[in-house]
């Protein structure tokens, strides 16, 4: 499972693993620890979405493939208390 963070038209970079939105530092405050790793910019391409696992020292997703096709997407996860 990974999450969606960046949207068509974005621009998705990451900077010793703060990611960042259109130049805006993204509030994750469920990641507990920063991967030291830097990508990007990346610009997230029409009817594509920039993917990236909460587990970030371990995940394989947008920073290796590059945003991926929306048909790719195959369900939203959602969770309620």
Do not use: C
């Not at 259109?22 to 990007?40: F, Q, R, V």
């Amino acid at each position: 499972m990974k999450r969606v963070v960046g949207e068509p038209g974005d621009l998705v970079e990451i900077r010793r693993g703060q990611i960042f939105i259109n130049g805006t530092a993204l509030d994750e405050p469920y990641i507990t620890a920063l991967s030291k790793d830097s990508s990007g910019p990346a610009l997230v391409p029409t009817h594509s979405h920039y993917v990236l696992g909460d587990n970030r020292s371990a995940s394989s997703d947008s920073r290796l493939w590059g945003p991926i096709p929306e048909e790719s997407i195959m369900e939203r996860a959602w969770v309620s208390f």
